[in-house]
């Protein structure tokens, strides 16, 4: 028969009451009576019931994570999948379990992270992306709710987020490219509406610009983090007058569709086409040829914001907090210096 309260309890020597408050995390029992319960408890292999103890403290325990796109695509992406083991990491040591849900259109994120607080089934929220003029960020803030975002929001709000430095990592992967002596850059970039998107690709242009190359429209394709697009946005690029001899793109998904076209075309990479990605996911390493890509500390990104949120939850009233993940590039096959060039690209779209 499995251990009780009563019998913690009677084992410690204190009341059923004290052990509750032990459970609990209550302040005001002395650190050798929390020992002494904790100590009995490990004994008896008494482990607490999380929803009475959710009861108890009028909480859930449970932290919800939004990810702003299919569930199916989050969980194929191995950023989502890095960041969610990061996020549980940290909960579960706190004694709480996670939620994910997965959204695609910003009416439906409103309404039922919104839905998932007010009825007290979630005690915070961690966003996965932030978007301009993002609806549910702004009532999230206004209703007083414990939420954490993964990304940077617009400018002028005081919320509590975690991030890396997208602009600067983005113009030092451009910056890799144009000293290995490239001058057609081009950019296969994340969802127009997201911060995340916006700041990469402000990163490429202040590179270019840096370096006195002028900004050219048509080597920017903006879309879904998919590999489905990488192939489209890589194909759009090679149908220019002049293909680019490079190319930069926010997400190794994106990355290896971008990859697998060149390779139909029977372009090589990287001599006829350097490619650096975003995330630095482990297939990266063991595709051929081995992907160079921005390393962006995926598990600690997820790590710090549960950190954070946990923060929140536990102690109200905590001030807006912003902490900011460092990035690496990892150099590795796919880039080289401008080889054959653009006539072998022209050749191909023939």
């Not at 961690?126 to 993002?134: A, G, K, P, Q, Y």
């Not at 994340?190 to 690709?201: I, Y």
Request: one cysteine or more; proline letters at 5%; glycine letters at 8%.
């Amino acid at each position: 028969m499995a251990a009780t309260i009563k019998d913690v309890a009677k084992k410690a020597e204190v009341s059923p009451s004290t052990v509750s408050r032990v459970i609990a995390n209550n302040p005001r029992i002395s650190q050798d009576t929390h020992e002494k319960v904790r100590k009995a408890m490990k004994e008896l292999g008494y482990h607490p019931n999380a929803m009475a103890r959710g009861l108890v403290k009028q909480k859930s325990q449970t932290i919800g994570l939004f990810i702003s796109t299919s569930a199916e695509l989050a969980l194929s992406n191995p950023f989502f999948v890095e960041a969610i083991r990061g996020i549980g990491s940290v909960i579960q040591k706190h004694g709480y379990s996670l939620l994910l849900h997965s959204i695609e259109d910003e009416k439906d994120a409103e309404r039922a992270c919104l839905s998932l607080l007010r009825q007290k089934k979630v005690d915070g929220v961690v966003l996965s992306t932030s978007r301009v003029n993002d609806k549910l960020i702004s009532k999230l803030q206004t209703e007083g709710y414990p939420f954490v975002v993964i990304g940077r929001p617009v400018p002028g709000l005081s919320i509590n987020w975690v991030n890396n430095d997208n602009i600067k990592a983005a113009y030092e992967a451009t910056e890799y490219l144009l000293k290995l002596g490239h001058q057609q850059i081009a950019m296969i970039s994340g969802p127009e509406d997201l911060v995340v998107s916006m700041d990469r690709a402000k990163g490429y242009k202040m590179a270019l610009q840096s370096y006195g190359l002028p900004f050219r429209q048509e080597y920017l394709k903006s879309g879904p983090f998919t590999q489905v697009f990488g192939q489209e946005a890589m194909k759009h690029l090679l149908s220019l007058e002049q293909p680019p001899t490079a190319v930069l793109v926010a997400d190794d998904l994106m990355a290896f569709g971008a990859m697998e076209t060149l390779k139909t075309r029977n372009l090589s990479i990287p001599g006829d086409m350097s490619i650096v990605g975003f995330n630095d996911s482990p297939l990266a390493s063991f595709i051929h040829p081995a992907l160079t890509s921005v390393n962006l500390n995926i598990y600690e990104l997820g790590t710090q914001a549960a950190k954070l949120l946990m923060e929140i939850v536990e102690k109200p009233g905590h001030n807006a907090s912003q902490r900011v993940i460092p990035t690496q590039l990892i150099i590795r096959e796919s880039c080289g210096s401008p080889g054959k060039g653009g006539d072998t690209l022209k050749a191909s779209c023939v």
